[in-house]
């Protein structure tokens, strides 16, 4: 089972797998959990990512990740959990290009760039089709109000990115607790009812015998 798990930095995407992790092992299933990978490509490539990625850089993001995922479905295992989506990434270019580029006209030095972040974002959505292979997503609700406007922007792009893309479901983890550990908790509990509710599910479908 392929699980996507999708929200702004400090949203507690780590932490959830992390947990997942531990619970889900404990009956001998096999995870794994693809996080970290946007550190790795930065030093394998030499550039600034995350709300500094240019759109060759987050190209690299959506590919990279996309990467390690074909590599994880090759390994023997039960739940492959990844931390971050293509829908992060096409909102952290969406998010570029309208800080950057939103008032530009043709006759700006600057317009070609615009070009060139238009043209990633159509990119973004042909990977849309192609990499956007969970068997669920779980997009995390921010755990604390944030007086970044970066990160106030992110998180409505990516509403706006889910709207967008609705053809794929998702379930919201809203924050329910008081403590980062009993709301990590509570989404943990979430997702296993969500996960078996769908392993009884197939389970229950049996292909016809033949006569």
Do not use: W
């Not at 190209?59 to 390690?68: F, P, S, W, Y």
């Not at 008032?103 to 159509?122: G, H, M, P, V, W």
């Not at 998180?155 to 550990?181: I, K, P, S, W, Y």
């Amino acid at each position: 089972m392929k699980i996507g798990l999708s929200g702004i930095p400090g949203s507690g995407k780590t932490k959830l797998a992390e947990a997942l992790n531990k619970t889900l092992s404990q009956d001998g299933s096999k995870v794994l959990v693809i996080d970290n990978y946007v550190s790795e490509i930065e030093q394998e490539t030499d550039l600034a990512l995350s709300f500094n990625a240019a759109y060759a850089g987050n190209l690299h993001i959506a590919l990279g990740r996309a990467a390690r995922e074909r590599l994880a479905a090759k390994e023997s295992v039960d739940y492959t959990i990844t931390c971050g989506t293509l829908f992060e990434t096409s909102s952290y270019t969406a998010q570029g290009f309208e800080e950057e580029f939103s008032f530009l006209t043709r006759d700006d030095d600057k317009y070609n760039f615009a070009q060139r972040s238009e043209a990633t974002i159509r990119i973004m959505a042909c990977f849309y089709i192609d990499l956007i292979k969970y068997d669920h997503i779980f997009h995390l609700k921010p755990l604390n109000a944030s007086e970044d406007e970066n990160v106030v922007k992110l998180e409505r792009n990516l509403q706006a990115a889910f709207q967008a893309f609705n053809l794929f479901d998702h379930t919201v983890l809203e924050v329910e607790g008081v403590t980062e550990e009993e709301i990590t908790n509570n989404r943990v509990k979430q997702v296993l009812e969500i996960i078996n509710a769908n392993n009884v599910k197939e389970q229950d479908v049996q292909p016809e015998e033949s006569n």
